[in-house]
């Protein structure tokens, strides 16, 4: 990191670890819904933006986690954390026994196999005794959105910590060589099987731990909603607008869509999803790298930037 | 001394399509070897074999005595095994230096666990290659000289025992292709082996040690380049047969 | 056993429509390389196409379906020659997501124009249905079944013989080809597409007839479509006669004897199998 972004940074962390002192309700309840899908987008980054599998499994870790955190604590009344845990397990087994065969398939192949696994589980789960079949779980309310606040947003923190480590290690670098040219990495030693393995189960690592807080924060799951594929689309445009691949760009992106929607839902209610669709394909359209990219070549180039990167993806 | 390099009856079909046919030969040590052959000989074919990316249909590949032939790719690369492509496949998203890090970091022996000191192996690297200019570039930046000189040094960063070469002259210059020539001739010096396809007969016939002709899959000769050019099979193959 | 002949059958109907759902996408993907996941609201459209040619112009829904295709193949073109040819060599998420945003928008337009109420195309013979012993054949599904194999059959007629569906043919190998065809390439793109979203139309036009239409019905359709276009696999345009019949059929199969909740793990665990074992379809060549 240079000298001026250590503190930036710092800065920032510290605003938002205030805000529930000084912000209100809905503020820090928009703050944990917006906090964990920054999490979710950073889980994802691992697998998509890194490796380069575009994984529309990830609301399958999501959905165990939740399933975790409910099953633990209403089946077997055991504490929130042995939730977490439980769903951290379920996910990582998951990653490694669907994403051997899985992980073998490429590009759009790939996302779609990871696309039908997500709907098989949502099936599974509405089937499933413990799970509450289809009609879900309640858990324990727990009123203190402070420490959901916390919570979510010390899991960031650890998730970005883990990205920034991942940017300038072996293991990260490895990643990187896949998503560049997979034949390419394993000529030179990389073990692509398992390190793809591996991204898919750090990235599920992190969806699960955001999937059980968010359960024990609203007290209630069920298949539809924890198991929810647009809930994936989301981390991908979240990630994708705020740069795949890079420390900070998927919590940008996380936080300034959050932001967006939020105040469009609330401005204009009726055509919220509408405006988030354009804002969708224009973002692709004119800034298909990125709000990271944007910022740090829009000072050199300017609205020649938007041209350039249209120039360059046209036929 | 024992050859470091075995190809024992290799043979890889492709649904019905024989591309390498039952061919057998050995790389010793500190030798260049040079494989020629017209398109569609089969040679790339053969190196993909060598280096893991496609499993044979049948026959063994044995590195310093053991099989490999079942191995998957990145293990022989970590015994000592280190390729060039013809078709030239940077990680085009990566500065130059990373490209050839990623070498250093998991070539031979599982490579450097230090990003910083196999930064500075890769700078080493393309030093050596000629490209030391070029490190900040991105890859697909580089023109197509530059890109045959970065295949090299990423081969070159994983500290093989053994270099396999697909190419590495075709469409390079006299000058280019003289400079090249030292390289791989300073790689031998430094006791690696060298396997060299190429489609330049002069520049290949003046660099090995021995020829082996590829045609139709099967290896027609073997032998001093001399002896070889001047054989009347490979001298068909490459010209076809006279008109009477 | 007339119980599973009627399963069968009802399998086999459904998965003529299937076919034709699938047909659009997999031409889409597998030319242009675009995963168009709106696909199913282009289905959704062409339904309310349909539906309002019936409903206002008293327009029968299969007299009506070559209108609601040409509707959708200018809707396609423009879409594609106007927006999505900007972005056609940009990395794969970044196609995903504008078909995504698409999607998005499509779905909201729909709901403020046609409300969110759910409709039905009820032409006078929609009761019929003729009768094979024990067995029933719903006159509806029997027309719309019979529509889609024409459909398919005549667009891999198209693809194969005519000079268009063959230059469309070997742009899916290179892109230079449409060149040699003398056609230029983004016009070509764009009636590719075209033609894909009018067969969607199509498809859309012939599920009213079968079932109930609302807005939302899109992301369902796209999911189903994949399935189908990836277990016939991409390189033959009759391969999604194969997937779709299959589906329908696995679909009802597990209706029946398993449970109704469980027709999607089956279609989509299907989808997961077929990936894993043979990545390029039923009929695809083995790697």
Not at chain 2, 4 to 29: C, H, Y
Not at chain 2, 35 to 48: E, Q
Not at chain 3, 195 to 203: K, S, T, V
């Amino acid at each position: 990191m240079k000298a001026l972004q250590i503190p930036a940074v710092l800065i920032a962390l510290i605003v938002l670890a205030a805000v529930p002192w000084f912000g209100s309700d809905v503020l820090v309840q928009f703050g944990i819904n917006a906090l964990l899908l920054a999490v979710l987008a950073q889980g994802w980054n691992i697998i998509g933006g890194y490796t380069g599998y575009a994984s529309f499994g990830n609301s399958v870790f999501y959905g165990l986690g939740s399933y975790g955190v409910g099953i633990a604590m209403v089946q077997w009344e055991l504490p929130f954390a042995v939730g977490l845990a439980f769903g951290v397990v379920l996910s990582v087994a998951f990653a490694i026994l669907l994403g051997i065969p899985v992980l073998r398939l490429k590009g759009h192949y790939f996302a779609i196999a990871t696309l039908a696994l997500a709907q098989v589980m949502t099936a599974i789960v509405s089937n499933v005794k413990i799970a509450g079949q289809n009609i879900g779980l309640v858990l324990p309310p727990l009123n203190n959105d402070l420490l959901f606040y916390e919570l979510a947003l010390g899991l960031l923190v650890v998730a970005t910590l883990t990205i920034y480590w991942l940017s300038r290690s072996r293991f990260g670098f490895g990643l990187i060589a896949i998503r560049e040219n997979e034949e390419g990495a394993a000529v030179m030693g990389v073990n692509t099987t398992l390190y793809k393995v591996l991204a898919f189960a750090l990235s599920g690592v992190f969806s699960a731990l955001a999937g059980g807080i968010h359960a024990y924060w609203v007290t209630f799951i069920d298949p539809e909603s924890a198991f929810d594929i647009s809930l994936n689309v989301k981390m991908i445009i979240m990630a994708v607008f705020g740069g795949p691949g890079t420390v900070f760009g998927p919590i940008i992106g996380a936080l300034s869509l959050s932001a967006i929607s939020e105040f469009l839902s609330s401005e204009i209610t009726s055509i919220a999803g509408l405006f988030f669709g354009v804002v969708v394909v224009a973002a692709v359209v004119l800034m298909p790298r990125g709000l990271a990219d944007m910022l740090r070549r829009f000072r050199t180039t300017g609205w020649r930037y938007f041209a350039e990167n249209i120039k360059a993806t046209r036929l | 001394m024992s050859a470091i390099l075995e190809i024992k009856n290799v043979t890889r079909r492709f649904s019905g399509l024989v591309a390498v046919n039952d061919v057998s030969f050995d790389l010793q040590p500190k030798e260049i070897l040079g494989i020629i052959g017209p398109n569609g000989a089969g040679k790339t074919t053969l190196i993909s074999l060598i280096s893991g990316t496609l499993p044979p249909s049948s026959g063994d590949i044995l590195f310093e005595g053991k099989s490999i032939a079942n191995m998957p790719a990145y293990q022989r690369a970590r015994l000592g095994i280190g390729r060039t492509f013809q078709i030239m496949r940077p990680f085009p998203g990566l500065s130059v230096l990373d490209n050839v890090a990623v070498g250093a970091l998991f070539g031979r022996g599982g490579g450097n666990a230090e990003l910083a000191r196999a930064r500075e192996l890769a700078r080493a690297q393309l030093d050596f290659v000629g490209l030391g200019k070029n490190v900040d570039q991105r890859a697909d930046e580089l023109g197509g000289p530059g890109r045959k000189r970065l295949e090299l040094a990423k081969a070159l960063a994983m500290q093989p025992k053994v270099l396999l070469c697909d190419e590495v002259m075709a469409g390079l210059n006299l000058v280019e292709i003289d400079e090249v020539i030292d390289v791989i001739r300073k790689v031998r010096n430094e006791g690696i082996s060298v396997l060299v396809i190429e489609h330049v007969i002069k520049a290949i016939k003046s660099l090995s040690d021995r020829l082996l002709v590829l045609h139709h899959g099967e290896k027609i000769a073997d032998g001093d380049p001399e002896t070889v050019l001047a054989n009347q099979a490979v001298v068909e193959a490459y010209l076809g047969k006279r008109r009477a | 056993m007339d119980l599973l002949a009627q399963i069968l059958i009802n399998g086999i109907l459904l998965g003529g429509l299937y076919a034709v759902m699938a047909l659009g996408l997999a031409l889409v993907w597998g030319v242009l390389n675009i995963v168009n996941l709106a696909h199913g609201a282009f289905i959704m459209l062409g339904a309310y196409v349909s539906w309002h040619l019936y409903t206002y112009a008293h327009i029968d829904p299969f007299l009506g379906l070559p209108i609601t295709a040409v509707v959708m193949f200018v809707l396609g073109y423009a879409l594609q020659r106007g927006l999505l040819n900007l972005v056609v060599r940009a990395p794969m998420f970044n196609t995903l997501l504008i078909t995504f945003g698409l999607e998005v928008v499509l779905t909201y337009l729909a709901q403020l124009a046609f409300s969110a109420d759910f409709r039905t195309i009820n032409p006078s013979y929609a009761g019929d249905s003729i009768q094979f012993g024990a067995i029933v054949l719903p006159l509806a599904r029997l027309m719309a079944f019979g529509v889609a194999i024409v459909l398919t059959v005549a667009m891999w007629l198209f693809l194969l013989h005519t000079r268009l569906g063959r230059a469309i043919r070997a742009t899916a190998q290179n892109l230079v080809a449409a060149r040699l065809y003398g056609v230029e390439p983004r016009h070509l793109y764009a009636v590719t597409f075209g033609i894909g979203i009018g067969l969607a139309g199509a498809a859309g036009g012939l599920y009213g007839t079968v079932s109930q239409i609302n807005p939302y019905i899109g992301a369902t359709l796209t999911a189903k479509s994949f399935a189908i276009a990836i277990i016939g696999g991409l390189d033959n345009p009759l391969g999604v006669i194969v997937g779709g019949l299959f589906l329908g059929i696995v679909e009802s199969l597990t209706a029946l004897y398993i449970g109704p909740t469980f027709a999607d793990v089956a279609s989509f665990g299907v989808l997961v199998l077929v990936l894993i074992v043979r990545p390029s379809g039923l009929l695809g060549k083995t790697a």
